[in-house]
């Protein structure tokens, strides 16, 4: 198969497309800058927190709806131990995030003008447990990257017939660079782009896959298929803990992402910061619909009939690559073009979350609050701009281990939900929580979450919990594993939290062991605003009671 040269001609608009716009939105934010004397740091990390109601809603979307959301919606509808069951556990999970994040996390921390979710630890816990958090952070962001990369790679190498790595390294140049000239900005307004253009690219798709003589009818084969397994995916009440387990793994562990809360700190008022968490809930779900479709008709399809031929994608162990399988022998050539478009749209509306979310951990978090506090706003600008490449080049490095992005996809969540959702849920909820529990829940649930194993990831359970069966030969946690190791961090922080401040209150310990200066906090103060903040409190308070006013005003308020 030689080079398809009208895919690539193609694939050069789309990415000039998405690049122009990051342009323009980098001399947008020149311009909002002087306008209002942000700093450097202020406008490229948070847009000068005037990201209004519709293009907060655009960029909060893109920030799940990436190339593994894409591909993963095909690839669990065709896969039969999944199906639409497990698709619409994952399309709710998502939405969900959403909602939890605007009702519990946005308010709290968007009133106090944090700059990242790492503030409130360096304002309760000081710069040694914040530094390590951090770290934790940095790589749920790091690993990201070739996560959604390793998509896009395989679905441009089967339509396009374009080296892997020339793929990768494209898509990811690509990202860096708006992200690099324009900050938040470029990466809000390439949102609005990128989610466009996988909405419409994949429904013009869709017709052509379900009018191809080799795909049969969907409705009959629901339930019974003689191609292909049921698409329903099969339910069995023997996996409804693991059901349960990943929905809240995906609904809370999406709290504990940086790009997440970027968004809602980026809003212009408190009230927009929650009102864009809850639009999203429901755009999120129209992104599902597409890809769910077209995997819908690769598992009806009969595959012999294609140029594909017999056995079927799932059947070889393609299943990874059914949506550009899909496009390439389902429908015709410029149609599958526009569905690779819309693909690499969606890889980089994540990845450069990922470049940014990373870049504001470390320009903020450690090397400002850390390694040099006397920086100057221009370094602080440099900062941010080397983390970007760094971070990208590291994370399109990691994409070369191909055969990984499962490891990759496990680590970065595992990360965000058993570490760093419980420390940010304590912190932010409960005033007695102190450095000694945040160390002990740390320690708890990642020492409980090794030992309960992972058969995807070679590890061996050691804990073996009610419901542990040996099937072929590999050991299977039918137990909510996850679940019970982030409740597991989140019970050691308050317990060891509670026993410590009790333990030097109470003079039942001497106060220089106190390291965390529990004593100091025996009078347990909310946390507080974070200091040099761009936004004004008195505006903040004013806006904050004309909330619902501001609702009304014109959306796409930031003057496109």
């Known amino acids: 198969m030689a080079v398809n040269i009208p895919g690539v001609i193609a694939m050069v608009f789309f990415y000039l497309l998405v690049l122009g716009t990051g342009i323009w939105a980098s ?18 990390l948070l847009g000068n927190r005037r990201i209004s109601l519709v293009v907060g809603i655009f960029t909060m979307t893109a920030t799940w709806v990436g190339g593994g959301f894409i591909t993963g919606t095909s690839e669990m509808m065709c896969t039969p131990s999944l199906g639409l069951t497990w698709t619409l556990v994952m399309m709710m999970a998502y939405s969900s995030s959403f909602i939890i994040g605007g009702l519990m996390f946005a308010q709290p921390m968007r009133e106090r003008n944090f700059v990242t979710m790492l503030d409130p630890f360096r304002t309760k816990y000081g710069n040694g447990l914040t530094t390590g958090l951090c770290l934790a952070s940095l790589v749920t962001d790091v690993v990201w990257i070739p996560t959604t990369l390793i998509g896009l790679g395989g679905t441009m190498t089967v339509v396009l017939d374009i080296s892997y790595s020339v793929c990768i390294w494209i898509s990811a140049a690509i990202a860096i660079a708006y992200t690099l000239l324009g900050g938040l900005y470029s990466v809000a307004y390439t949102d609005i782009i990128q989610l466009v253009l996988i909405f419409f690219g994949l429904s013009i798709c869709i017709p052509f896959v ?13 339930m019974n298929n003689t191609q292909h397994d049921p698409w329903i995916g099969r339910q069995g009440l023997e996996k409804i803990w693991i059901m349960i387990d990943n929905f809240l793994f995906l609904v809370l562990g999406s709290q504990g992402y940086q790009c997440f809360h970027q968004r809602t700190l980026s809003a212009s008022s408190p009230f927009t910061a929650k009102l864009t968490c809850f639009a999203a809930a429901f755009v999120v779900i129209l992104f599902v619909i597409p890809s769910a479709l077209l995997g819908v008709a690769a598992a009806s399809t009969d595959w012999n009939l294609t140029s594909y031929g ?6 070889r162990g393609e299943a990874a690559l059914i949506l550009p399988i899909t496009l390439q022998h389902l429908t015709p050539s410029f149609i599958s073009i526009i569905g690779i478009g819309c693909v690499a749209a969606a890889v980089m509306s994540s990845a450069d979350s990922a470049l940014l979310s990373a870049a504001s951990v470390f ?30 080049l590291v994370g399109t490095s990691l994409s070369s281990l191909k055969n990984s992005a499962i490891m990759f996809w496990f680590l970065g969540n595992e990360v965000a939900y058993v570490i760093i959702f419980p420390q940010l849920f304590c912190v932010l909820f409960f005033n007695f929580s102190n450095g000694y529990g945040a160390i002990m829940g740390f320690l708890v649930g990642l020492v409980l979450r090794l030992l309960c194993g992972d058969p995807s990831l070679g590890l061996t359970p050691v804990l073996h919990f009610p419901g542990c069966t040996l099937e072929d030969g590999v050991y299977v946690q039918y137990a909510p594993v996850k679940t019970i190791s982030m409740l597991s961090a989140v019970a050691a922080i308050l317990i060891f939290s509670y026993l410590a401040s009790v333990l030097f209150n109470k003079g039942l310990l001497p106060e220089k062991w106190d390291v965390y200066k ?9 946390l507080r605003p974070i200091d040099g903040t761009r936004v004004a409190n008195e505006n903040e308070k004013m806006n904050e009671n004309n909330s619902h006013t501001e609702a009304l005003e014109p959306m796409m308020s930031t003057t496109m």
């Open 363 to 392: 320009s903020s978090n450690i090397y400002k609050n850390i390694l040099r506090p006397q920086a100057s706003d221009r370094e602080i600008h440099w900062v941010i701009q080397v983390a970007v490449v760094v971070v990208g």
């Open 518 to 526: 529990v004593k100091a906090q025996h009078a347990p103060q909310p």
């Open 27 to 44: 001399f947008k934010s020149k311009r909002e800058q002087k306008k209002s004397a942000a700093t450097g740091m202020d406008m490229a």
């Open 310 to 315: 017999s056995p079927s994608p799932y059947e």
């Open 210 to 222: 379900f009018m191809n003589p080799s795909t049969l009818d969907i409705s009959q084969a629901i």
